[in-house]
């Protein structure tokens, strides 16, 4: 049953409690339904929680003002009591992920962040150009479903493959999620997005817990590009690349991305623990 925190962001928590909560933060194409597939596993003996960001999913209330992301987590976090976790971001997410471990260091113990991207991207990249301008193009002529397209065709197969060679399951779960948002914002225009101040990308180094970035190799040049700066930036960071995967990994191959994250949270919670350094 959806659970919605007092600003109006849904959510859900699964899991028996007593070890540090994960908290997954799903991608711009998406909502916290992303997480669908991994999520029984996951919950069978872990502490979960997803949200939806605000103007994804069931977190449709417009904003009173600025819409801040990493703000509406951490105060939903707060809600629910949860003041340390790890945090799982993909895409868009995982820039919030970082922007929220820069806003209150102490409530996360670790990073994972898959196809880093948002606030993480620092370059126009030509396929990234490319895709601003199809879904642009679409959205300025009211075409939702040709700007659902654009978002499939970069952001799902990529530019290294075709429509066919990806799960026609996943293409449809996403095509659902990302309409779900443009319906949900389609009379936001007037609505800004609080920015941090300084930037994310300018901060990187003040990040002090571990850090693992998951690259897939069918990816977006913009996206390689933003790993590369994140484990550059961060003290210690870690990146593992899957050659066959694309922007969404955890769609792709859940078994392998639940995996990855009961391995990675096994081992920064053995190193967030008191008196034992990396």
């Known amino acids: 049953m959806t659970s919605f925190s007092s600003g109006g962001i849904a959510y859900d928590r699964g899991g028996p409690r007593g070890e540090l909560p994960i908290v997954l933060i799903h991608a711009g194409v998406a909502d916290r339904g992303m997480w669908g597939p991994i999520w029984p596993e996951l919950t069978g003996d872990r502490d979960v929680v997803r949200v939806d960001l605000r103007g994804f999913g069931d977190s449709a209330a417009r904003p009173a003002g600025a819409v801040s992301h990493p703000g509406d987590v951490l105060d939903t976090l707060s809600e629910m009591g949860v003041d340390r976790c790890h945090v799982v971001g993909a895409s868009l ?143 210690g960071a870690r990146r593992v690349d899957w050659p066959d995967a694309g922007h969404l990994p955890s769609l792709e191959n859940p078994a392998a991305f639940s995996g990855l994250l009961r391995d990675w949270v096994k081992v920064t919670s053995t190193l967030d623990k008191p008196g034992v350094s990396s």
């Open 93 to 235: 997410g995982a820039g919030v992920a970082v922007e929220v471990a820069l806003a209150r260091p102490s409530a996360v113990a670790s990073l994972l962040l898959a196809a880093p991207g948002g606030s993480l991207l620092a370059e126009v990249t030509p396929d990234l150009r490319a895709f601003w301008d199809a879904e642009g193009t679409a959205l300025e002529r009211g075409d939702l479903d040709a700007a659902v397209e654009a978002n499939l065709s970069w952001w799902v197969e990529g530019t290294r493959r075709s429509a066919d060679q990806v799960d026609p399951s996943v293409r449809e779960r996403v095509r659902r999620m990302q309409r779900r948002a443009f319906e949900v914002t389609a009379d936001w225009d007037d609505v800004e997005e609080q920015e941090l101040d300084p930037p994310a990308l300018a901060r990187l180094s003040e990040i002090e817990v571990p850090v693992l970035v998951l690259a897939g190799g069918l990816d977006l040049d913009a996206v390689h590009a933003a790993a590369g700066r994140v484990v550059a930036g961060v003290p």
